[in-house]
């Protein structure tokens, strides 16, 4: 009996231990938005908030348009996760509940692309876009990223073990065509595997930088990445200003974990409890 209260108390204080861990630089992010940039530099570390994060947040906004860059940002990852649920779980339900020619090639195929580097295929992708007429555009930001083969693959592998074959037969029983099966049946059951995959997408796109940075021309349309690069001086950097701006980036994205840590847990739990 002791040696299990032990052993739990020793969980729990390891737990807490990578807890601290893995919130301090976020803490740390926060100290520091409220110093100066010579307070970085100090030793000992100044470890409690400064009175400087106003200010900070005033030279932001004066050196970047900070909020319209924002919206464009919110704008292009938004649209993206939209457009990247909707194919990917389509494509995802087919390849896991449907036969048809080709299935079994078509997803070693896709599975191959997650293996190539995704580097290699920025000047291709440049050159279509200018063939496009679409570089300077948000059409290059969003249609490139509309499908990825890791959403096709994630919603196939959920769906293939969540969903009862005997349900879709069912539905097929009272006339139910694809659309109408994906619609009233996968639909409810892929809610936790649309939670993961939407904030992992909307996360990829709003930290995006170097298709970003490649595509757009025009500076109204910068995103938050691109805009935020613009703080880093020729010959100096104001770091309180830079890590300032950062803060007020990442912040959606925490919002965003909040709101949606339901889904995560549910997903959690879904994949962790077998029938």
């Known amino acids: 009996m002791m040696q299990a209260k032990t052993r739990t108390a020793l969980l729990y204080a390891g737990l807490l231990a990578g807890m601290i861990i893995s919130m301090f630089p976020f803490y740390w992010l926060m100290v520091m938005s409220t110093r100066t940039t010579s307070d970085i530099y100090r030793f000992p570390p100044q470890l409690w908030f400064g009175s400087q994060f106003w200010d900070n947040i005033s030279r932001v906004m004066q050196q970047i348009d900070f909020a319209g860059a924002f919206f464009n940002t919110l704008f292009v990852a938004g649209s993206v996760t939209l457009l990247v649920l909707f194919f990917d779980s389509l494509a995802g339900f087919a390849f896991a ?3 048809f020619p080709g299935k079994k090639a078509l997803f070693i195929i896709l599975l191959a692309t997650m293996m190539v580097p ?39 592998q959920y769906a293939e073990e969540s969903i009862p074959s005997e349900l879709l037969d069912a ?6 065509g694809f659309f109408r099966l994906y619609w009233n049946v996968a639909l409810p059951i892929l809610r936790p595997a649309f939670a993961f995959l939407g904030a992992f997408t909307f996360i990829g796109a709003w930290n995006d930088y170097l298709w970003p940075l490649i595509v757009l021309t025009d500076e109204h349309k910068f995103t938050l990445q691109i805009a935020l690069s613009q703080l880093n001086g020729i010959y100096n950097t104001d770091y309180a200003m830079v890590i300032s701006g950062t803060l007020l980036a990442v912040l959606p994205l925490i919002i965003l974990f909040l709101f ?5 847990i549910s997903d959690i739990a879904a994949g962790a409890v077998k029938d």
């Open 260 to 264: 949606i840590s339901r889904q995560f």
């Open 171 to 176: 539905g097929r029983m009272d006339g139910c």
């Open 118 to 156: 995704s580097q290699l295929s920025l000047v291709p992708s440049f050159v279509m876009m200018a063939a496009f007429g679409w570089v300077g555009t948000f059409k290059a930001l969003i249609i490139p990223g509309m499908v990825n083969a890791f959403g096709i693959f994630w919603i196939r």
């Open 97 to 99: 509940k449907f036969d």
